[in-house]
């Protein structure tokens, strides 16, 4: 934030423009009352930029003004600049918040949706008010905001709630400067506002009658759809094995875990081991899906989370939500209202219709919702450290630093955890987690979403970045933009960028980057690599020892398949059908999968330390076959035994040239170890201890060679806590500055934001 102070003299005026986050979060009424406090004339009203002001009466008043116009701002604000100019005196003495201006380009940041207040809440509960049990209950300092917007300036007639008129007390609300809902563009009542219903198995009823019903419903393990704040939820009762169990099997989701909701931080103890950085984030007001370390003994069913080591767990934050929670009085399944793979639903008749078969009841509101968004997921490393970025915490933007893009830009992402970011000037916006883009439902939803944003934010691209990898719809999508320059990001390249930038760090840097997949420059399958550069440009410097990735995708959904991989490259020869894998896999298809290994038919090189971590869980006999993304790891990683303390032989050598992590020696050693009845909880830990060493050491040559002191760890596999928390601190102790993104994910979520930071500097280069 940067202000500038008037000059004092007898009497002045000044227009003030404040820029940030400033609209919809009670910025007006902020200013009329700071400006009737102060006792100033003048008048504030919001434009596609911010906020503007214009204020008159004595020096020391005024200067007073502009010296906590920013530092007293309300609590979901964020000031950005505060800069001012001096006016005539005109001798206006009343103060008057005066309509938005229409037609402007739009450049003012629309704030998050957020957790309803402690004010609300005791309005909630109060048998006294008028708002007694309304499930949509809000002010200026909470309620629906981006899943709400159609456009800006933020004011009520470009918002889904223009069709509901206020009954003469919310208008009165909404007109006194002295009330909370002054000028809260969501305002509603029982009177006048949004309403529920309850559908589904012959009920037809409304209101605190379909609340009631629903409530009854959950508690006696019916599954429910619920309408949320940014799409459908899919509810039952966490501690019913059977309501659990139905849920999984009618909305085809195998194993995944579910995310639980639970009706008080309290409850949430009893679940998951909280420490002091979790329990923050559980009762922030963005309120994520937080994951934590499972308690052995948490009240929930086995069909929950299935070998997951955490829970993912939310505190209520719509009243709505907090009113079923409260109701129920358990914790709750509260999952993404979609059939697996398919984005959330949001539209009311395409929520009936495709959830029709896995819901038996509907509760459902007439407050339309315009953008999608599902709840985000973090984990407290202390630091927030996000697996899905999206409600509450989009669309705040993200610098992009050197002066950011010359010109406005769209960058694509990729094709997994897919978001897109639209970019101009120093500002680029992240969008909502989209998903998969393996269906045609979630990239309809994915070029909606760039439209919004394209709208909401003005931005009319002129540049198009896109992934490397020509088979990514993202790709293809670019590649079919007309009338815009097109350049191709390297996918570990944009990892690397995406967290340069977000600390806004533009030297080189080593970037130790691993996943699961991504498109080399050389044609080959990338994901254990080490990259020197920054955004204009880089060098790989070292990687994992290649090997055949046999059925290409499909050794993905099939981690044995890697381990034949994996012990053909570490005996130089055929290799036997391990017992651990005997159960899983025929011999038939074993020495089939044998000879693509040997032939190199249908089997991409690839340096995919995802794909490493995946061949050592089948071989263990934890995992063949998965059924969702990165499984095989999670199973590994919680299969760890804590106490051990060995470690395997994971040397670094030299490869045509390049330094190579070679893990040859250290497959051969856990096939040894399987046969010899160690206990997998060992095998784990000492793999993992194995990985971490060889980066560490990795690290420290290489940014030796290249002469930096800063290393960034990104990737999906560093989502792996045991791994980064092992890695950071031999960095660390090696006196190394590590870099890791905070604000946004570790995983693919951050690539678009990445690939913007590289078309960005590609464009700025001389």
């Known amino acids: 934030m940067s202000v500038r102070a ?16 400033v609209q919809g979060v009670g910025f007006r009424p902020y200013i009329y009352r700071l400006a009737g406090e102060l006792g100033l004339g003048g008048f504030v009203f919001n434009d596609a930029q911010g906020v503007v002001t214009e204020v008159e009466g004595l020096d020391a008043a005024v200067e007073a003004f502009v ?55 005791r309005e ?6 008028r708002r007694f049990r309304y499930p949509f209950i809000n002010c200026t300092n909470c309620g629906p905001r981006f899943t709400i917007v159609r456009g800006v300036p933020y004011d009520r007639p470009l918002t889904t709630m223009a069709g509901f008129a206020m009954c003469p007390a919310c208008l009165a609300e909404y007109e006194d400067p002295a009330d909370r809902r002054f000028h809260a563009q969501p305002n509603a009542c029982p009177d006048c506002g949004p309403s529920l219903a309850l559908i589904g198995e012959g009920s037809g009823v409304v209101g605190e009658a379909a609340l009631a019903a629903a409530v009854a419903a959950l508690r006696r393990g019916q599954i429910l759809a619920i309408k949320g704040i940014g799409g459908y939820h899919l509810a039952c009762r966490a501690d019913d094995e059977h309501a659990v169990a139905t849920l999984r099997a009618r909305k085809h989701r195998e194993e995944k875990p579910f995310a639980l909701m639970a009706p008080t931080p309290a ?10 950085p979790a329990r923050e984030l559980l009762r922030s007001v963005e309120r994520p899906i937080v994951l934590c370390p499972r308690r052995a ?22 009243p709505l939500h907090h009113l079923l929670a409260a109701g129920a009085a358990v914790p709750l399944v509260m999952t993404s209202g979609n059939v697996s793979d398919e984005p959330i639903a949001f539209l009311d008749a395409d929520a009936v219709s495709r959830l029709h078969g896995i819901a038996d009841l509907f509760l459902l509101h007439d407050r339309p919702i315009h953008t999608r968004t599902d709840d ?4 407290a490393l202390p630091r927030p450290a996000f697996l899905r970025r999206s409600r509450g915490y989009v669309p705040a933007s993200l610098a992009l630093p050197d002066g950011g893009t010359p010109r406005p830009l769209l960058a694509c992402g990729a094709q997994l955890k897919s978001t897109f970011c639209v970019a101009k000037g120093e500002r680029a916006w992240v969008s909502h987690h989209i998903g998969d883009l393996e269906n045609y439902e979630t990239l309809r939803s994915f070029t909606d979403g760039i439209g919004h944003f394209q709208r909401l934010f003005a931005v009319a691209p002129e540049v198009v970045a896109h992934d490397l990898h020509p088979e990514y719809l993202a790709t293809k999508y670019a590649l079919e933009r007309e009338d815009v320059e097109l350049i191709g990001v390297q996918h570990h390249h944009a990892h690397l960028a995406a967290c340069l930038a977000e ?62 991989a994996w012990l053909w490259a570490a005996l130089g020869e055929a290799p036997a059908l391990p017992p651990s894998l005997a159960g899983s896999v025929s011999e038939r298809a074993w020495a089939q999968i044998g000879r693509l290994v040997a032939g190199g038919a249908a089997s991409p090189l690839t340096t995919s330390m995802g794909r490493l971590c995946d061949a050592v869980a089948a071989l263990c006999g934890l995992r063949a076959q998965v059924t969702y993304e990165g499984q095989a790891a999670i199973e590994l990683e919680a299969a760890c035994d804590p106490y051990e303390r060995g470690a395997y032989e994971m040397p670094l050598s030299d490869r045509a040239g390049m330094a190579v992590i070679d893990p040859r020696p250290t497959i051969a050693a856990v096939t040894a170890d399987v046969a010899a009845g160690v206990a997998v909880g060992e095998i784990a830990a000492r793999f993992h201890t194995a990985v971490a060493r060889a980066t560490v050491q990795m690290c420290l040559a290489q940014a030796a060679t290249h002469g930096t002191e800063r290393v960034v760890l990104s990737g999906g596999v560093f989502q792996n806590r045991r791994l980064l928390a092992s890695v950071a601190a031999g960095l660390d102790a ?33």
């Open 503 to 564: 600390h806004g760090d533009t030297a080189p840097a080593l970037g130790a980057i691993f996943d699961g997949t991504g498109y080399g420059t050389d044609g080959t399958v990338w994901g254990g690599e080490f990259l020197y550069g920054d955004a204009r440009g880089f060098a790989r410097v070292a990687s994992l020892v290649p090997v055949r990735m046999p059925g290409g995708a499909a050794a993905i959904r099939q981690p044995w398949r890697m381990a034949c």
């Open 376 to 379: 985000s997921v973090v984990r």
């Open 297 to 318: 003994d948490a009240p929930v069913a086995k069909a929950v989370a299935p070998g997951a080591p955490e829970l993912g767990v939310m505190l209520p934050y719509s």
């Open 734 to 766: 090696g006196g190394l500055r590590v870099l890791v993104p905070e604000r946004l994910p570790v995983n693919d979520g951050a690539i678009s934001y990445g690939q913007a930071a590289v078309a960005a500097a590609t464009m700025s280069a001389p």
């Open 124 to 129: 909630l509960g109060d048998p006294a008010d």
């Open 6 to 21: 008037p000059v004092p003299g007898s009497g002045m005026r000044v227009r003030v423009r404040v820029r940030g986050t």
């Open 267 to 276: 409850a949430a103890e009893t679940l998951v081991c909280l420490d002091a």
């Open 67 to 121: 010296a906590r116009v920013g530092r007293e701002a309300p609590p979901l604000a964020v000031v950005e600049h505060v800069t001012w100019e001096a006016r005539p005196v005109s001798g206006e003495a009343a103060f008057a918040i005066r309509e938005s201006p229409r037609g402007e380009t739009p450049d003012a940041p629309v704030a998050p949706d957020t957790a309803v207040c402690g004010d609300c809440l």
